[in-house]
């Protein structure tokens, strides 16, 4: 089965960039999209087909994915953005497969 | 703009049959390119895709879950239900329904989630 693996947590400085992975193997051949859950909140699509974004989020979230790692770009940071993000892949075996998850932390 | 709402019981005792309903509203859940989907998520834990259904009946389960999972559809009601049975403990979690939107790129199906339910809290214990 396919697997994806995101770090726990990733902290960033209010205004500065965050970056958060996703690794799987030649995940650059898969479609990725990257969901954001706030506490208490169901999750939202924040990126789609690894670097497009859906109407109503913030050009500050951007997307990219090459060889085994994808990667979810926040820049300009605010406190707003703290959340625990999901990638996400359709595998043909696995169908829908999330990563576990990285909380956010806006210091 | 589509909406999604769960509904069913909270809490259901060990070895029942989990039952919840999604009615979506804001559009038909006959059109378009979408299947629909149950999710859920276990307290402090991870997402975990569990099925889904496009509105002919057809359905895809989570091998891990599949010998106890059934989906179905009512279009007249705009709802998509989802039974759990044999429950155990482990089975307690936020239970999401969600649209699957569909894309073709260059002969590629890239399906991923675009709207979600609230997501409702099912507990199991006696």
């Known amino acids: 089965s396919y697997e994806l693996t995101q770090p726990l947590s990733v902290s960033v400085a209010l205004g500065q960039t965050a970056r958060i992975t996703c690794g799987g193997n030649?995940?650059?051949?898969?479609?990725v999209h990257w969901y954001q859950q706030k506490p208490g909140q169901a999750p939202v699509l924040v990126i789609y087909?690894?670097?497009n974004r859906p109407s109503g989020i913030p050009e500050r979230f951007s997307g990219s994915n090459s060889g085994n790692t994808a990667t979810l770009t926040i820049s300009r940071a605010q406190a707003g953005d703290e959340a625990d993000y999901y990638c996400?892949?359709?595998?043909?075996?696995?169908?829908?497969?999330f990563g576990g998850g990285t909380k956010l932390t806006v210091l | 703009q589509v909406q999604l709402q769960e509904s069913g019981p909270g809490l259901v005792k060990p070895s029942q049959t989990l039952s919840l309903t999604c009615t979506v509203s804001?559009?038909?859940?006959?059109?378009?390119?979408?299947?629909w989907s149950w999710i859920r998520q276990p307290a402090g834990k991870g997402l975990e895709w569990i099925g889904r259904?496009?509105?002919?009946?057809?359905?895809n389960y989570n091998p891990s879950l599949k010998s106890r999972v059934t989906i179905s559809v009512d279009t007249s009601k705009n709802q998509f239900s989802l039974k759990l049975s044999s429950v155990t403990a482990a089975d307690t979690a936020v239970y999401y329904c969600?649209?699957?939107?569909?894309?073709?790129?260059?002969?590629?199906?890239?399906?991923?989630?675009?709207?979600w339910g609230q997501g409702t809290l099912v507990t199991v214990s006696s």
């Open positions: 969600a649209r699957v939107r569909v894309e073709m790129v260059r002969g590629v199906t890239i399906p991923y989630f675009d709207y």
């Open positions: 804001g559009g038909s859940i006959s059109s378009g390119s979408y299947y």
């Open positions: 259904i496009y509105t002919s009946g057809s359905t």
């Open positions: 030649n995940i650059g051949s898969k479609n």
């Open positions: 087909r690894d670097s």
């Open positions: 996400q892949v359709w595998d043909s075996s696995t169908a829908w497969v």
